[in-house]
């Protein structure tokens, strides 16, 4: 959302004061999700995880927040276990990570309809996460 809200700043798209605003309502998400994590017992990272796993409602729906949860800190583990520093450009490291994310997935019984798209998702997420531990 920052990002998006600068690049429309910067394309005269919005004014100064229309960012401020995007900027206060990101404030008031992020806070939000800071609540969720520590009320799910989940650190930062865990939980852009959940959410990358409950994008799909039939999962929260089916497993519930709990569950959800403990896949989360399952696969934020995996993920650093199983992440070289070169791992985004390796394909064979990058399909490793997606068979144990997909491991994971059903060992916890995650509704297969939209399974395919949470790999995808956790993947993401597992990219963003190696950004910030790099920097």
Do not use: C, H
């Amino acid at each position: 959302m920052l990002q998006a809200s600068i690049l429309r700043y910067q394309n005269r798209s919005i004014d100064s004061a229309q960012v401020i605003l995007e900027l206060i309502e990101l404030a008031n998400e992020m806070r939000e999700a800071n609540k969720r994590g520590e009320e799910l017992g989940l650190t930062s990272e865990e939980m852009a995880f959940y959410d990358a796993l409950a994008e799909n409602q039939s999962a929260v729906e089916v497993l519930g927040d709990k569950q959800l949860a403990i896949i989360a800190t399952e696969l934020v583990m995996t993920v650093r276990q199983n992440t070289t520093i070169d791992w985004t450009v390796k394909e064979s490291v990058k399909a490793k990570l997606r068979v144990l994310v997909r491991r994971a997935l059903r060992k916890y019984g995650y509704p297969p309809d939209l399974q395919e798209a949470a790999v995808q998702t956790v993947l993401q997420q597992a990219e963003l996460l190696a950004l910030e531990q790099a920097a």
